[in-house]
């Protein structure tokens, strides 16, 4: 199994940066595909960003594309989420997760393993 633990969340204006960092540890890091989820308030768990085991794939929700950047450094076991142009709907428990196999709809399906989350509100 992998443990993973989130940090760099915070409070930050609209239009700012923040990056959040997942730091992992068990098993071999770069067997693992990992993501980023994030839930609002009243609002279901959504798909952030995924990464493949050295980071050859990537994809993003709709919703972050172009202002969100996920990677990873499997030498420091530990994966970034990037997030610029930070918008008061990006408020939300962000969630690092991890899955041995690599999908195309975690969207839909999630991932095996999950982070406790870090809060990020975006003030307008």
């Known amino acids: 199994q992998v443990q993973l633990v989130e940090s760099g969340g915070g409070l930050v204006q609209a239009g700012g940066s923040l990056r959040l960092s997942c730091a992992a540890s068990g098993r071999t890091f770069s067997s693992y595909v990992m993501g980023w989820f994030r839930q609002a308030p009243g609002k279901e768990r959504e798909f952030v960003a995924a990464i493949s085991y050295h980071g050859g794939s990537i994809y993003y929700a709709d919703s972050v594309k172009g202002r969100f950047t996920i990677s990873r450094d499997n030498a420091k076991n530990t994966m970034y989420l990037r997030m610029n142009s930070l918008k008061p709907e990006d408020t939300a428990v962000y969630y690092c997760?991890?899955?041995?196999?690599?999908?195309?709809?975690?969207?839909?399906?999630?991932?095996?393993?999950w982070g406790k989350g870090t809060l990020v509100t975006v003030s307008s």
């Open positions: 997760a991890a899955d041995p196999i690599w999908y195309s709809d975690y969207d839909v399906r999630g991932m095996d393993y």
